[in-house]
């Protein structure tokens, strides 16, 4: 039985439609993403799997259970990580996560035993008695994240975990989440950084508008809406550029010009060589590489910037 499952599941605020009739399913013990620009619904849809915002309508059942009736049963066995650190900053780091397991009904000799168990795992074990306002950005997060995790759920819900953290912090927090889900717990996670997702999520889905629009692992959209390389051009003027498009594109190749560098994408790189050397096309520089999952995301929501 499916950990989570939405059926047409939808939420809006007066006349917008933030999410529109979307279905999924989530797993035991895998790793699920939302991807999305800004405004594709995402937070919404992971409001109503923690059981803070209502449903306007479809189902949603989690454990089995219906989120509408047994909210707090369900919030129970979750841990959620928000977009943005709630901690009290005027206390210890410890005293957050003791204070914290309270809310569960906890014995305070197992939370206790619990947050240290914890903060050893987020390396936090020397700052254990620091006020937490002064910390960094990255201690922070680490606390956040070991706070979600005192009760112990079965379920943690990451909205956008890492952003604003530095590479170092971010590849800490990737080896810790793979941790937990080696141990078996399920984990549901939006992000923005696309190699976070192709790092974590065993499937995912990409939003748009309220709605699905691909779903799969990250080597399925890949193979499904890319090709296997994209090179990437940049060329000495814009006529030279407009120019080398045309020819670039034989074939039905698709090739995307930007205001900075033209993309072709290509099952093999040596093939967009070759006919720029056939064509006596000049560039400045050619950079191969692989296609990735932010090649799909460009092309299936677009490039232009989407304010909050």
Not at 135 to 156: C, D, H, V, Y
Not at 245 to 273: F, K, Q, S, W
Request: hydrophobic residues 40%; charged residues 30%; glycine residues 8%.
């Amino acid at each position: 039985m499916s950990l989570i499952e939405g059926k047409g599941l939808t939420k809006h605020f007066d006349d917008f439609v933030a999410v529109d009739g979307i279905d999924f399913e989530v797993e035991p013990g895998e790793a699920f993403g939302f991807l999305g620009p800004n405004g594709a619904g995402k937070t919404s849809t992971m409001r109503m799997i923690g059981c803070v915002s209502p449903l306007t309508d479809g189902s949603l059942t989690m454990f089995g259970l219906d989120a509408t009736t047994h909210g707090p049963e369900i919030r129970g066995r979750l841990g959620s990580v928000p977009q943005e650190d709630s901690l009290d900053t005027e206390l210890t780091v410890l005293d957050n996560l003791l204070i914290y397991g309270r809310y569960f009904d906890l014995p305070r000799r197992e939370i206790r035993a619990r947050a240290e168990e914890l903060l050893e795992f987020m390396q936090l074990t020397e700052r254990r008695n620091d006020r937490v306002d002064p910390l960094s950005g990255g201690m922070k997060r680490r606390l956040t994240i070991a706070r979600s995790l005192i009760n112990q759920p079965e379920l943690i819900l990451l909205d956008e975990p890492t952003t604003g953290l530095d590479p170092q912090a971010r590849h800490m927090l990737w080896e810790r989440f793979y941790q937990l889900k080696r141990q078996g717990v399920t984990m549901v996670l939006t992000t923005h950084y696309m190699d976070e997702a192709e790092q974590l999520c065993d499937r995912l889905v990409i939003m748009d508008g309220g709605r699905i629009v691909a779903h799969g692992s990250p080597r399925e959209l890949i193979a499904q809406h890319s090709t296997r390389e994209v090179v990437e051009l940049r060329f000495p003027h814009g006529e030279a550029r407009d120019a080398a498009v045309p020819m670039l594109a034989e074939g039905n190749r698709r090739v995307e010009a930007l205001p900075d560098r033209v993309l072709v994408y290509a099952h093999d790189g040596d093939e967009v060589a070759s006919l720029i050397d056939e064509h006596g096309i000049v560039v400045d520089s050619m950079y191969p590489r692989r296609s990735t999952l932010e090649d799909v995301f460009l092309i299936l929501t677009g490039r232009s910037l989407m304010e909050e």
